[in-house]
């Protein structure tokens, strides 16, 4: 079918307009370009709270949000994408209030350190540590804690998928992990979609390879924690929910994750979107078919905490 016209004319505009790439630059540099990137208009909802929540070594920021006084709601802890490097809980803030809107859930949004300054495991750790803190604690700020559910887009998703394996580990029973085109594995040459979609559709190759050697050391590659795809069992892990982009050199890496899950007998439903490239569901105000995948979200979401 190609690309949906509103994501070509999109593509076609930043061609010509010469936009710097994800990794164009030094590290401040990229995040100033990624930050001065217009954002979705806020959806108004009625609690937004910014609070800490304990960790082994340090406090994590998180930003909490509910579409109505929160009394007993299920709780979806949500991870930020940008390349482990980049974004924050603030850029990410329209997504979080479109996921808690669209869910009803209390969407907590975790402000983790950020790579390369924190490299792997900072970033994994803060994302364990809120969801660890929540399963014990949500009651404290209006949720349910037997109802949880990570979710992240990007690199969130691999922060998610990570956080799903040890909480497995550790006997904290997740409700749903819920991966947004997540980042998987760094051996990109397994992938098809790493060739054909290399460049040219926003989110390229050489990006993913500068964002990989930023958040992971060489001698930490083999841990699945980071790296997901090489997690040798995946038996009952959280059942998962994955949306992947029909021009988006993660793409395969997604949908391969999640027919692991299902051979290793967890239920995991895999959504593609045709037409659309990485980053579209943070993108509704100039990609339209976010919409559809907002929706779809939410309703995964819903059937897993309302069963």
């Known amino acids: 079918m190609g690309l ?8 076609a505009e930043l061609a010509a307009s010469d936009v710097p790439s994800l990794s ?19 959806d108004p909802i009625a609690h937004v709270v910014d609070e800490v929540v304990g960790g082994p070594e340090h406090e994590v920021p998180v930003r909490v949000y509910a579409d109505a006084e929160p009394d007993g709601l299920p709780v979806v802890v949500f991870f930020h994408g940008g390349g482990w490097v980049l974004s924050s809980v603030a850029g990410h803030d329209s997504l979080a209030r479109r996921i808690a809107r669209d869910t009803g859930a209390l969407v907590v949004s975790v402000d983790y350190r950020l790579a390369p300054e924190h ?3 900072a970033p994994h750790d803060d994302c364990w540590s809120a969801t660890a803190w929540l399963a014990d604690h949500a009651t404290e700020w209006g949720g349910d804690p037997d109802r949880l559910v990570v979710c992240g887009d990007s690199a969130g998703g691999n922060l998610a998928a990570g ?4 909480a497995r580990d550790a006997g904290l029973a997740l409700a749903l992990q819920a991966l947004i085109y997540p980042c998987i594995d760094d051996r990109h040459e397994r992938y098809e979609s790493m060739t054909t979609n290399a460049t040219g559709y926003f989110l390229t190759r050489d990006d993913m390879a500068w ?8 001698d930490r590659r083999d841990d699945p924690l980071a790296v997901p795809a090489r997690a040798a069992d995946l038996h009952e892990v959280a059942p998962a929910f994955v949306q992947t982009a029909e021009f988006d050199p993660l793409r395969d890496e997604g949908e391969v994750y999640a027919g692991r899950l299902r051979d290793a007998g967890v239920p995991a439903e895999v959504v593609r979107y045709p037409g659309v490239v990485h980053g579209f569901v943070s993108r509704w105000h100039v990609m339209a078919r976010a919409e559809q995948a907002h929706a779809d979200l939410a309703t995964a979401i819903r059937r897993a905490v309302h069963p």
Do not use: I, Q, T
């Open 163 to 166: 956080v799903a394996l040890r």
């Open 119 to 121: 490299p792997f495991p």
């Open 211 to 218: 964002f990989w050697d930023r958040f992971v050391p060489g």
């Open 4 to 11: 949906d016209r509103d994501v070509a004319r999109l593509l």
């Open 24 to 42: 164009d630059g030094s590290v401040a540099e990229a995040r100033a370009n990624y930050d001065s990137n217009p954002k979705p208009p806020p």
